[in-house]
């Protein structure tokens, strides 16, 4: 289902609501995105006061991760999250379980998170989209896949990603979780905002060609699309 909101801030404090409730499950496990756009969500959430109570009993699983950049790097995935989400509700490491990006065998990161999802599956998933439609680090044309994987990363990819790097830096493949494994969450929300974004929108809803990765996330009654209407701008008269 598609949800348009007025704004960017309105799509946040949905999320939020949302992440908080969820937290509320009985074993929560919390699959999130990193980068610019869910950030104001997970401010909102972190500032909510009483979710602190509850934080303890989350465990966070990785979405995806850079290959070779360490998580200590700035424009790493799990930096990105560690500050934006997860030293604002002070979660214990022991709570977080990451891709690698730097291990010596990347194959074996992916059984590692595999096998930790089969004991801790996810109940609530937030997503992105990116400018070429991917989700996570599943590229155009990658297979939905119900285990992670590593994959060689877009050019689009490649150069979008350059504004989480203060220096240019050389990124050819990703490691990440499989669009089956997303889909096969309790609950999953992709977020979509800003009219940068208004462009891939439109071929995620008007175009059954384009075969994005978002396009596999749509159909189920568990996954909602939240968009704010700068980024539903062409689609809204539908």
């Known amino acids: ?25 009985e074993h929560p496990v919390f699959c999130l ?3 610019s756009t869910p950030q104001k969500s997970y401010l909102k959430f972190a500032g909510d006061a009483e979710i602190h109570a509850r934080i303890q009993q989350l ?11 360490s998580r200590e790097s700035e424009g790493s995935c799990y930096q990105m999250l560690n500050q934006d989400l997860f030293s604002l509700v002070h979660l214990d490491p022991r709570q977080i379980e990451f891709f ?9 990161e992916c059984l590692r998170i595999d096998r930790f999802i089969d004991r801790h599956p996810i109940t609530f998933s937030l997503m992105g989209v990116g ?14 896949l119900d285990h992670s994987s590593v994959v060689d990363l877009s050019e689009t990819t490649k150069t979008v990603a350059q504004k989480y790097f203060r220096q240019p830096t050389a990124l050819d493949r990703g490691i990440t979780l499989g669009l ?29 060609e384009a075969k994005l990765p978002a396009q596999e996330l749509l159909g189920y009654e568990h996954i909602d699309f939240f968009l704010d209407s700068e980024a539903a701008k062409y689609i809204k008269q539908r």
């Open 59 to 69: 465990k966070i699983v990785s979405l995806d991760e850079w290959a070779g950049i």
């Open 180 to 208: 089956s494994q997303v889909a096969d969450s309790k609950r999953v929300i992709v977020a979509v905002t800003g009219e940068r974004k208004a462009g891939i929108v439109k071929e995620i809803f008007t175009n059954s």
């Open 131 to 144: 400018m070429n439609g991917h989700i996570g680090l599943n590229e155009p044309g990658c297979p939905m």
């Open 1 to 25: 289902m598609i949800k348009i909101f007025a704004t960017e801030e309105e799509v946040a404090d949905a999320i939020a609501r949302e992440m908080k409730e969820h937290l509320s499950h």
């Open 100 to 108: 690698d990006g730097t291990a010596p065998d990347l194959e074996q």
């Open 33 to 35: 995105a990193s980068g």
